[in-house]
């Protein structure tokens, strides 16, 4: 079932593009990572969907069934001289949740203790959980997140990040926005890289890194072994720094491949290295 | 309870600023209007205490009401500008409310402080006027100055609604509106000068005319003063507007700037 359809939006900020003809479909139960480096419009297409920004062009559609959301946008916006409790009074007010389910979700983010404390009074991290409660409460069925571990320790970091996995596999759909790459490897099924307010390459996680496999290998004639493999033109790519050789598989190509390549020549590798690329590698490259 | 006036009720329950101003005021408020009653001079022909008599005392404690009028702006505008500063108007469309309901909530909050404010006016005046009237046989002449305080009061508070919405920032707001108060002066200064009436159509003055202070003639019992004074005022009198066309026009003037907010509102990002 699909839960979001953008379609074409752009946003410009005087001569700035923001976000330039964007479409994504998102669809149930998808954990979708929008990566992209500061300024590549990942918060403007975020705060397009919550409805805080108006696009130039192009629209949006969530999904009509869809009655239930929480979302966090950049920092965390609170009254400061409230208390958590009161603060998230008036989101209960906003979600028409009942209040009791304040406590639960002040539990799950290890506030409980600071629920009669004013917001003004807490940490940076912890104004970054409650932001989290708010999101949590009234148990949404979408969670849109951005920048979600901000400000937070490595504990915080990882406690969020298992929150977020928790919550995937209940079946929820999640939107996370992120610069933290790893975060987004270890908890999405489907990404999308931005570059200047477009998408220049999305789909599911395990598709975008699995095509690019590479290892790195050396012998006792590493010159040859180099033009060989360069001139055989059988690999995406092949380079050569000091005594070690790169080579980036491609698609139809595996290690086998390469030793069988090696062996044809008569030439005895001595470092036979495989590598999965992770999506750092990846993202570094896209958006160089 | 409406769901929206609840959450705005939930910001200002626990607001320290509100309570300080509000209770500052209410003191001012209470301790002047004491004083002024206590005023009385001892001069043949002249008295005080008609201010505070039905049914004069309706239209004194309604111009002396609008004096407050500065502190009901001066808590729209911190209470709106609030939630631009913390950017919790944003947060409140990200949790689900749409702008329309935003602007409801606000609408909601500047007839809650008008009904209060007009409940404070009528209670005040009534209170006042049994005090220093014998019997009840005026008391509902002229309370329709009960309701043009409340035209009055709301008028203002949409002026600041606007602006507060429309600059976002609780201090420029406040310089806005207060320069907006000193620039029709001169403007109206200028008009008058000129000899053109047009300074009577401008918004602060044609909310300030529902709640003019009583004539002064009113105090004075002597019957011969009072009509050479009568006479002298004839001849040096400005035009003045009608009521009928100050209610309508302040109406549409009150409508105008909520409209002006509304539109700002859905047509900006937050």
Redesign the interface.
Same mark, same amino acid.
């Given at each position: 079932m699909e839960i979001l359809n953008i379609e074409g939006i752009s946003k410009t900020y005087g001569a700035n593009i923001a976000v330039k003809n964007l479409s994504l479909k998102i669809n149930a139960g998808e954990v979708y990572g929008i990566l992209g480096p500061n300024g590549s419009g990942k918060t403007t297409t975020l705060?397009i969907i @919550? $409805?805080?920004?108006?696009p130039d062009s192009g629209f949006y559609e969530w999904n009509q069934k869809i009655n239930s @959301? $929480?979302?966090?946008?950049e920092?965390p916006?609170?009254?400061?001289?409230?208390?958590l409790q009161?603060n998230l009074?008036?989101?209960a007010?906003?979600?028409?949740v009942d209040f009791s389910e304040i406590d639960v979700v002040l539990e799950k983010l290890a506030l409980l203790d600071r629920k009669h404390s004013k917001y003004y009074s807490l940490s940076l991290g912890m104004k970054q959980r409650l932001a989290l409660a708010?999101v949590l409460l009234g148990n949404p069925q979408v969670l849109v997140l951005d920048e979600p571990t901000n400000g937070l320790d490595p504990q915080g970091i990882a406690d969020v990040r298992q929150i977020i996995i928790d919550e995937a596999k209940t079946g929820k759909t999640i939107i996370l926005a992120s610069h933290l790459l790893d975060e987004v490897e270890k908890t999405c099924t489907h990404v999308a890289v931005l570059k200047k307010g477009e998408v220049i390459k999305k789909g599911a996680i395990n598709e975008l890194l699995k095509v690019k496999r590479s290892l790195i290998v050396s012998s006792d004639e590493n010159e040859r072994l180099f033009e060989l493999l360069v001139r055989s033109g059988l690999f995406e790519k092949v380079d050569k720094k000091e005594d070690l050789i790169y080579i980036d598989l491609g698609d139809n190509m595996n290690s086998k491949d390469v030793n069988e390549f090696a062996f044809k020549h008569n030439i005895v590798l001595t470092r036979f290295e495989m590598h999965e690329k992770s999506l750092e590698t990846e993202f570094l490259k896209m958006v160089k | 309870m409406n769901r929206l006036l609840q959450i705005e009720l939930v910001k200002l329950k626990y607001y320290p600023t509100f309570w300080i101003l509000t209770g500052i005021a209410f003191g001012f408020y209470v301790l002047i209007l004491y004083a002024a009653t206590q005023i009385n001079f001892d001069i043949k022909g002249i008295d005080l205490h008609v201010y505070f008599r039905f049914p004069v005392v309706w239209q004194s404690i309604a111009y002396y009401s609008s004096w407050f009028n500065l502190l009901l702006a001066l808590l729209i505008i911190i209470l709106t500008g609030n939630d631009f500063v913390f950017r919790t108007i944003r947060q409140h469309v990200i949790d689900g409310l749409n702008k329309q309901e935003i602007f409801i909530s606000k609408l909601q909050m500047v007839f809650l402080f008008a009904v209060v404010a007009f409940a404070v006016n009528f209670f005040s005046g009534f209170f006042v006027g049994s005090i220093f009237t014998d019997g009840y046989s005026q008391v509902f002449n002229d309370i329709y100055f009960v309701a043009l305080y409340f035209i009055n009061v709301l008028g203002i508070m949409s002026i600041a609604l606007l602006i507060s919405v429309l600059l976002k920032n609780i201090a420029a707001s406040i310089v806005v509106f207060i320069g907006m108060y000193i620039f029709e002066l001169i403007l109206r200064g200028y008009f008058a000068l000129m000899s053109l009436n047009f300074g009577q159509f401008l918004p602060f003055k044609v909310f300030s005319n529902l709640c003019s202070a009583p004539s002064l003639k009113k105090m004075i019992s002597d019957p011969v003063i009072k009509q050479s004074i009568e006479q002298s005022m004839q001849t040096a009198s400005a035009w003045e507007m009608p009521l009928g066309i100050n209610v309508s026009l302040s109406i549409f003037y009150i409508a105008g700037f909520f409209y002006l907010s509304y539109y700002l509102l859905q047509k900006r990002d937050l």
């Open positions: 705060g @919550l $409805g805080v920004i108006r @959301l $929480g979302a966090l946008l920092t916006n609170f009254y400061p001289y409230l208390s009161q009074e008036i989101t007010l906003i979600k028409q708010n | -």
